[in-house]
Nanobody, 125 residues
Framework: VQLQASGGGLVQAGGSLRLSCAAS????????IGWFRQAPGKEREGVSC????????YYSDSVKGRFTISRDKSKNTVYLQMNSLKPEDTAVYYC???????????????????WGQGTQVTVSS
């Protein structure tokens, strides 16, 4: 089971990025997928999660209203659309799978069994 996160980059405050999480070795639609982020010197923070069906989504208060999680079954990919980016969104973003179909809340990294390698998002002021 492998996850590959991509789509990070450098963007100005107020800009947008779309992160992708692709899977190999398993079908993403069978599992919930979460996005975490970790800024230097800070703990890994759960920002969003989507159930296997896509019918249930979760957002942390810090990103609610700005980020949108979605999945494309045909591409076996989960996306995190990030709009109105702020400098405090700067972090390495990881996608992860808990191995079940629903999102446990709150999102603890220890509950997620498979992780992608992370993609850097830098928002300049």
């Amino acid at each position: 089971v492998q996850l590959q996160a991509s789509g990070g980059g450098l963007v100005q405050a107020g800009g947008s990025l779309r992160l992708s999480c692709a899977a190999s070795g398993f079908t993403l639609v069978d599992y919930a997928i979460g996005w975490f982020r970790q800024a230097p010197g800070k703990e890994r923070e759960g920002v969003s999660c989507i159930s296997s069906s896509g019918g249930s989504t979760y957002y942390s208060d810090s990103v609610k209203g700005r980020f949108t999680i979605s999945r494309d079954k045909s591409k076996n990919t989960v996306y995190l659309q990030m709009n109105s980016l702020k400098p405090e969104d700067t972090a390495v973003y990881y996608c992860a799978a808990p191995g079940i179909q629903i999102c446990y809340l709150p999102m603890f990294p220890a509950d997620f069994r498979s992780w992608g390698q992370g993609t850097q998002v830098t928002v300049s002021s």
